[in-house]
């Protein structure tokens, strides 16, 4: 097995993704902007569905603002109220037109959003939508000396909503809505399933790559008892296919990831996500051909063309099974890369991520628990810094920035598996980042490795608790994440912990933690080295 740039390129771009979360956060928990009594409210998105003439039109989505009551979290509840022009259109003066409860449409500016709603109530307004001079929403607050003894709700548009509510008002037709911010639910069956994919990936991986070894090791044992002076060459051969980390590349690795970090969040634009989805297509590619040829190559009609290879320029022998694969890998890349955007794109995505990362953990292996610990610890460092201490150099989380993908156009960069959120009323993905997968797992491999190398039972072993360790760190992510209301959590500040330290107790208690910490593996005997019989003096 020869190993591609392309792999080392995808670990790299795997290891920004570490972190875990949601959907776009609903609400918006501000601790700058001023707060006072009447004016403590979160700042919370806000449904606005629409009825033209008594049809049913567009749902558009609002934010709530600091003051007024907090609205309704059903639809059912939220009355549909006729939605009326302010006259003067900023609001900012007693209305000429009387209102009956409607909810009145104004436009931003001339005054303070207090003023405006102050205004409205007093003309007999139920709600007042504030139209705002940008596409984007701004977070509503109030003044020092301002009233905010308000008792109708205030909610702002964007403005192309507002303008196509004003169009359809002006030319004399009746608009109607309802305001409601549905929450969440506590938890979602797209959680569930992104659990499930993270541990039956590392599942898979780990049995595969413990598999390898044994196989490996086998090898070498049977060349070690024909005392075959081959072996070295052999043996070298053998393990070509794989890359052990050591302690020095696991630092580098996350200083290298924090740098490459710095410059998505800075040059993060379309054409820069266009080539993170090139370099994905191809380590999906490599991975999805790995995988598919290994799981073909089970099967005896495969068998002899997994065995059979031919050489090809800039890849040197390649089998005759992966050269017939590759043509459907490279053809699914790409048919995703194009039509990514579509909302079923997201099954194309994390075929390619699982086989990715599949490949990936066969591939790349720590040798021992001290370079997984040497890893992992830097890398829960590194999520900790770039998702919570970023922001007090950059004024918000680079990390969460970066994988919202935002200033791209995009959503979202493409290391993530994500789910749709199928019971969310705000939609949106659960999604998990490569890095949350790929790095813990080498470390779960690793375990598998070590029990079948001296050959312990799954009972005696250490994978069952680690890949246990794991489950449960990841739940904790999770249960951590709905406590924060969606907002993005660095998973590996659960996952590290449980991990590593179920790993070193469950060592140190055993008496197997200095072989597990240095050498990885027990030792072998080497049978052509034998011990000569002393001679005995006469």
């Known amino acids: 097995m020869e190993i591609n740039w392309d792999v080392f390129i995808v670990i790299l771009v795997v290891v920004l993704s570490a972190r875990l979360g949601s959907a776009g956060d609903i609400v918006h928990i501000d601790n700058v902007a001023p707060k006072r009594p ?14 033209i003439e008594g049809l049913e039109d567009n749902e558009y989505v609002g934010v709530g603002a600091r003051f007024g009551p907090t609205l309704e979290s059903k639809e059912k509840h939220a009355s549909h109220t006729k939605l009326a022009l302010a006259d003067p259109p900023d609001c900012c003066s007693k209305p000429r037109n009387k209102l009956t409860g409607e909810v009145i449409l104004v436009h931003r500016g001339n005054c303070s959003f207090t003023v405006k709603a102050n205004v409205a109530e007093e003309a007999g307004a139920s709600a007042i939508l504030i139209i705002n001079n ?19 709700p205030a909610v702002m548009l964007p403005q192309d909503a507002g303008s196509r509510l004003e169009k359809y008002i002006t030319n004399t037709t009746m608009v109607s809505v309802a305001l409601y911010s549905p929450k969440r639910p506590a938890v979602d069956i797209a959680e ?7 541990v039956g990936t590392i599942l898979c991986a780990s049995y595969w790559s413990a598999w390898t070894a044994r196989e490996v090791a086998i090898e070498q044992e049977k ?42 969040y800075k040059l993060m634009s379309f054409w820069f996500v266009e080539v993170l989805v090139v370099l994905f297509c191809i380590g999906g590619v490599e991975g999805l051909q790995t995988c598919l040829g290994a799981l073909l190559a089970c099967f005896r009609w ?50 390619l991520g699982i086989a990715l990362i599949i490949t990936v953990l066969q591939i790349v292996r720590v040798p021992n628990l001290k370079v997984g610990t040497v890893l992992l610890g830097c890398a829960f460092l590194y999520d900790i810094f770039w998702v919570f201490v970023s922001k007090w150099w950059f004024h918000e989380s680079v990390m969460i920035v970066v994988a919202r993908g935002d200033k791209s156009g995009e959503d979202g960069i493409p290391v993530l598996l ?26 779960v491999a690793f375990s598998l490795r070590y029990d079948w190398m001296t050959k312990k039972s799954l009972r005696a072993g250490y994978f069952v608790w680690a890949m246990t360790a794991y489950g449960l760190g990841l739940l904790v992510t999770y249960v951590a994440l709905n406590l924060m209301d ?21 060592g140190k208690k055993r008496g197997d933690l200095k072989t597990l910490w240095t050498r990885g593996e027990p030792e072998r005997p ?4 034998q011990l000569q019989p002393l001679e005995q003096k006469e």
């Open 38 to 51: 009447g004016c403590s409210n979160n700042f919370v998105l806000v449904k606005v569905p629409t009825w």
């Open 134 to 152: 940008q596409t984007e929403l701004f977070k509503m607050v109030c003044e020092s000396d301002a009233d905010v003894n308000i008792k109708i």
């Open 192 to 198: 569930v399933f992104l659990w499930l994919m993270a």
């Open 223 to 264: 060349l070690l008892k024909d005392a075959s002076e081959e072996f070295l060459q052999v043996g070298a051969a053998g393990s070509s296919g794989f890359v052990d980390i050591n302690t020095t590349s696991a630092i580098l690795f996350v200083v290298i990831a924090s740098c490459f970090l710095v410059m998505l």
């Open 302 to 351: 495969f068998r002899r063309y997994a065995e059979s290879f031919i050489k090809v320029p800039f890849f040197g022998a390649v089998s005759h099974l992966t050269l017939a694969v590759c043509p459907f890998c490279i053809t699914f890349a790409v048919v995703w890369a194009v039509y990514r955007r579509i909302s079923f794109a997201w099954i194309g995505q994390d075929i």
């Open 418 to 443: 994500k789910i749709p959120r199928m019971f969310d009323p705000w939609g949106g993905y659960s999604v998990i980042g490569f890095g949350d997968i790929i790095l813990p797992g080498l470390v």
């Open 486 to 506: 969606g907002h993005g959590q660095p998973a590996l500040l659960y996952i590290v912990p449980f991990t590593l330290g179920t790993l070193i107790t469950l």
């Open 526 to 529: 080497c049978p052509h080295v």
